[in-house]
């Protein structure tokens, strides 16, 4: 049976040459040590996920524009929405640590934490 030639583009210049494929596939230098084996790789061990930190909140009035909280928790955030007359009086943010910035609650959102106005002592 005949030998197997391929063109080896990874030479020194402009060109390329035919050359047999065992000469490709067998680098110089890349024969194996006897009895020298590496030792298996093990998984990296799972990073433990750190506790998430409470959500942070802040209410501003709407006629107003004055922040009435800011870096709040949701307990603090509904004793202070008792206060409120409507929901649409005020917009409520809440801090994306992994943004970092602030983000407007939707009004579902805000109706959510509107719902538990009263309930909390």
Do not use: C, H
Request: glycine residues 6%; charged residues 30%; without cysteine.
């Amino acid at each position: 049976m005949g030998k197997v030639w391929i063109l080896d583009t990874e030479t020194k210049g402009t060109g390329a040459n035919m050359v047999p494929l065992d000469r490709v596939l067998r680098k110089p230098g890349s024969d194996a040590v006897e009895r020298f084996r590496l030792p298996a790789l093990k998984p990296p061990a799972p990073a433990p996920e750190a506790p998430r930190a409470p959500r942070r909140f802040k209410v501003v009035d709407v006629l107003t524009r004055e922040v009435l909280t800011d870096g709040t928790d949701a307990r603090a955030t509904v004793a202070l929405l008792q206060g409120v007359r409507s929901i649409v009086d005020v917009t409520i943010w809440v801090w994306q640590p992994e943004e970092e910035q602030w983000r407007l609650l939707s009004l579902e959102e805000a109706r959510a934490l509107w719902d538990y106005r009263g309930r909390v002592p």
